[in-house]
């Protein structure tokens, strides 16, 4: 199992950045994928997520309006299109995968390594 972040780096306030998560190795399309973000001395925290069914999506209030989440479920890449993005908005990126597992009671939940997005004049 693999995810991989990329496309983050540095950015002016009010800039937009747009990260990929790049997954291999299971069933991506059945997966609730979701990206959380950590910024130093705080604790990771949900940014948005997306369901495996209809593609649903939900976003924390402080991104709600400026983060959009998406999925190509042919090429197993999950987006996270960031805009208007503030100095609050400074953290590694991290992708996250989960999928309960039928008749288990256990859940599937995979992480990438995470990828620095800085928000700075």
């Known amino acids: 199992v693999s995810l991989v972040e990329s496309g983050g780096g540095m950015v002016q306030p009010g800039g937009s950045l747009k990260l990929s998560c790049a997954a291999s190795?299971?069933?991506?399309?059945?997966?609730?994928m979701s990206w959380y973000r950590q910024a130093p001395g705080k604790e990771r925290e949900w940014v948005a997520g997306i369901s495996s069914g209809d593609g649903s999506t939900d976003y924390a209030d402080s991104v709600k309006g400026r983060f959009a989440i998406s999925r190509d479920n042919v090429n197993n890449i999950v987006f996270l299109q960031m805009n208007n993005l503030k100095a609050d908005d400074s953290a590694k990126y991290f992708c996250?995968?989960?999928?309960?597992?039928?008749?288990?009671?256990?859940?599937?939940?995979?992480w990438g390594r995470g990828t620095q997005v800085t928000v700075s004049s």
């Open positions: 190795g299971f069933a991506f399309s059945t997966y609730r």
């Open positions: 996250n995968a989960v999928r309960r597992v039928a008749g288990t009671g256990t859940t599937n939940d995979y």
